[in-house]
């Protein structure tokens, strides 16, 4: 997936960092905040990868934190809870402590009163646009996760592990604007207790394995509810 390119907001302004279908892999955001529950995590292995295995979090703060902003999501077995980012407002899990691990991301930002959903989105898409012809992106759909519309996104790359050798190195890198990370990825605007908020979620892993997950993270958007 792509980060840091510029884009354009909905008024028209010029934007920079992360565009809505980029994203910063495992960017430090999230912070171990439940030790004795990670040490028990981890006691068990790498997670795993199969859909069957999705269940909630087991930690407490993930389930409470979860339940108060409206999302329902599941997890695959023995995957690391890392934590809520400082700013409160992002949440991290991974199948493995080692940088070659599968992530799941969810971020949350306001959004300005000024500013609508569908406008939004339909910027997005614009952006998402570009994203095919400078083959950083797969494809992109409008989906609906729960009561909430979104744009999902896949990021470029090959489908299958055989054909990531019949992919150029450059090819490669430039898809995932350097990181090595492809990703699937969800946005939407909820709007709960008076409050607007864009949630942001990114399925990732290093691109050569993305093919091993996508269908435990098409599992996962299948489980996964956004409520207003």
């Not at 899990?93 to 609508?116: C, G, K, N, Q, R």
């Not at 910027?123 to 950083?136: H, I, P, T, Y």
């Amino acid at each position: 997936m792509v980060a840091g390119m510029t884009g354009k907001k909905p008024n028209g302004d010029t934007q920079t960092g992360p565009t809505p279908f980029g994203h910063n892999p495992l960017s430090g955001r999230a912070h171990i905040v439940n030790r004795d529950a990670l040490q028990d995590e981890a006691s068990a292995g790498p997670g795993s990868l199969d859909p069957k295995t999705l269940a909630p979090p087991k930690v407490n703060e993930a389930k409470r934190w979860l339940a108060k902003r409206g999302i329902e999501l599941n997890v695959p077995a023995n995957w690391k809870y890392l934590g809520i980012g400082n700013d409160g407002r992002s949440m991290t899990f991974v199948s493995d402590t080692d940088v070659a691990a599968h992530a799941i991301e969810l971020h949350l930002s306001p959004m300005p009163a000024e500013v609508s959903a569908e406008a939004l989105l339909a910027s997005q898409e614009e952006q998402v646009a570009e994203g095919v012809e400078l083959k950083r992106v797969l494809s992109f759909s409008r989906r609906t996760l729960g009561q909430v519309p979104g744009l999902l996104v896949v990021g470029w790359g090959p489908e299958t592990r055989a054909a990531v050798a019949e992919v150029a190195d450059e090819d490669l890198y430039l898809a995932t604007d350097g990181t090595g990370r492809r990703a699937l990825s969800w946005r939407g605007v909820a709007e709960r207790d008076g409050e607007r908020t864009l949630v942001m979620v990114a399925l990732s892993s290093p691109i050569e394995q993305f093919p091993d997950a996508r269908a435990c993270y098409d599992a996962i958007l299948d489980h996964l509810g956004v409520w207003a």
